[in-house]
């Protein structure tokens, strides 16, 4: 999930931000700190937007299970019965 936030927030102004990597352990378990780019080089399949296109989909998914009382309103900031964590 940090991997998916930083790769996000390189798109935008908070380029420090994506500093937020977790760190790569050795066959012993040892900790070792990694560049941005090391992991992205090893996500490749991982755009930018890679977040964004997930909560895209999130919206449409849970209108499927539990509608929300507007059809087509997707926003991850609602309430109630319009928020992404609504229960039916």
Known sequence: LYY??????????????AELLPRRLDWLGNEHPRTYEDVVAANRHIAPDHLLQICKQI???LDREVPSCVPGVHSLLGSGKQSVLRTA
């Open 4 to 17: 998916l936030i930083s790769r996000f927030l390189t798109t935008g102004p908070c380029l420090r931000t």
């Open 59 to 61: 919206g449409p998914l």
